[in-house]
């Protein structure tokens, strides 16, 4: 017989060894990464007008491979997509004081990388279904400041672009499609992170695929991925060679990715599509499991968009269950169950925001006499987004675990017997 009882009261666990780790990488990786230290050239980078400005052999490979993949006039790859970040809000031409709309639910790097040139993060609240940042809050949030929207597709769903890029068209603003957490989804016949004037993804460790730490910035625009390449690479010691007029925000950095990564990066965008389409499966066989539990709603996915499941996030109705999410969490989590989040991000409550400090100790860039006065932060300025984090959002996280057959048959079996017990929760 089946032992029924749950885990939390005593009974026996589904989930009795931990799933294995999800791991992207290979013995391709072990090779390409191999060749390159035997080579003996981890990084060819110059920061200067020279021949080397653009980097090594791996980089130009990579980048040339990146651009075919996504179909993309210009890659340019970083350090990290952090960086990735920092350099588009600076190749748009931000001033001091500029405002950039960010949806409240995304890594803290997007907002931050507004702060880094002195310009100011206005956090908008997100849809209610898809996470994504709404449409009419980023109307609501324009002022004469607005410079551009940063769009995030959260969890791996594509955001509205065809409304974003027309609400930006008509205010004479920017996109920044920030693709971390969705490579190789698609938005109509476009990959993510293809649609913003600049956009890209993130090779950080727990992303779909990754170099360890990395990032890919990508454009169709010839003047920004000029101004891109100058802030990866200590721009101002470069700049007299290009053909540039507007020196403003070429402050450079060292924002290059190593020969190593890229050649990892090269293995690991092969197999993008496979890891995609596999998890992508996985999704699907949970949503058709789970889908008649009472009070959850799974993840939808809009019409000419692929979700790729950076997270499997879901919405727990508590007053039609009459359970608690934290019940039901930590139920899933006495069943063995690992990586299930209450909740997200809500950066807008973050103390630097909360107590608009940031540059040293007076309020610098909020203060200064660029920016719009009273920019608020304030708890309520994202409804949706609050409310999802503090009763009904709950996610496994989908980079954590490998997920074979037998395990998906597992974490199904946990959610099922914890819905089957839920009285015994109440
Ligand atoms: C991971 C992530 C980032 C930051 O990427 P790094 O490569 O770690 O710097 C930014 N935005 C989102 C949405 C992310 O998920």
């Given at each position: 017989m089946i032992d029924n009882k749950l885990a939390i009261h005593g009974g026996d666990k589904i989930i009795k060894n931990p799933f294995i780790k999800y791991n992207s990488l290979g013995s391709e990786e072990v090779e390409a990464a191999k060749k390159v230290v035997e080579s003996g050239v981890l990084s060819q980078f110059i920061g200067a007008d020279d021949r080397d400005f653009l980097g090594g052999e791996k980089v130009k490979e990579f980048e040339e491979l990146c651009k075919n993949y996504f179909n993309v006039k210009h890659v340019i790859s970083v350090n990290s997509w952090t960086s990735g970040l920092i350099a588009a809000v600076g190749a748009i031409g931000i001033e001091p004081g500029d405002e950039v709309i960010v949806p409240?639910?995304?890594?803290?790097a997007c907002p931050t990388s507004i702060i880094h040139w002195n310009a100011i993060p206005v956090f908008a609240d997100i849809e209610s279904e898809t996470f994504n940042i709404d449409p009419d809050s980023i109307i609501k949030n324009i002022t004469h400041k607005t410079k551009a929207i940063m769009a995030v597709d959260i969890f791996g769903h594509p955001s509205n672009m065809n409304v974003i890029r027309e609400i930006a068209d008509k205010h004479n603003l920017k996109v920044i499609s920030d693709a971390a957490q969705s490579p190789g989804s698609k938005y109509f016949n476009s990959y993510t992170g293809t649609l913003g004037d600049i956009g890209g993804y993130s090779l950080n460790y727990h992303k779909h695929i990754h170099t360890g730490e990395g990032g890919i910035l990508v454009t169709n625009d010839d003047l920004l991925a000029e101004k891109l390449r100058l802030i990866r690479n200590h721009g101002e010691a470069a700049v007299?060679?290009?053909?540039?007029?507007?020196?403003?925000?070429?402050?450079?950095?060292?924002f290059r990715l190593g020969e190593i990564e890229c050649a990892i990066g090269i293995e690991q965008l092969k197999k993008l599509k496979d890891l995609v389409d596999s998890r992508i499966k996985i999704a699907n066989t949970i949503t058709s499991e789970l889908?008649?539990?009472?009070g959850l709603q799974l993840p939808i996915v809009k019409e000419n968009c692929t979700h790729v499941y950076y997270s499997y996030s879901m919405k727990i109705n508590t007053t039609e269950i009459g359970v608690e999410r934290s019940q039901i969490a930590n139920a899933l989590a006495a069943e063995g169950l690992e990586g299930v989040a209450e909740g997200y991000a809500n950066l807008h409550l973050l103390p630097m925001y909360q107590k608009k400090i940031?540059?040293?100790?007076?309020?610098f860039p909020w203060n200064s006499e660029y920016a719009r006065k009273n920019i608020n932060y304030n708890k309520g300025i994202c409804p949706v987004a609050e409310n999802l984090h503090d009763n009904s959002l709950l996610s496994i996280e989908m980079c954590m675990h490998q997920l074979h057959d037998h395990d998906l048959e597992l974490l199904i079996k946990a959610f099922k017997k914890v819905w089957n017990n839920l009285d015994k929760l109440k």
């Open positions: 409240t639910w995304t890594m803290c007299k060679g290009y053909n540039i007029k507007n020196i403003e925000n070429i402050i450079g950095y060292n889908n008649y539990l009472d940031a540059y040293g100790s007076s309020g």
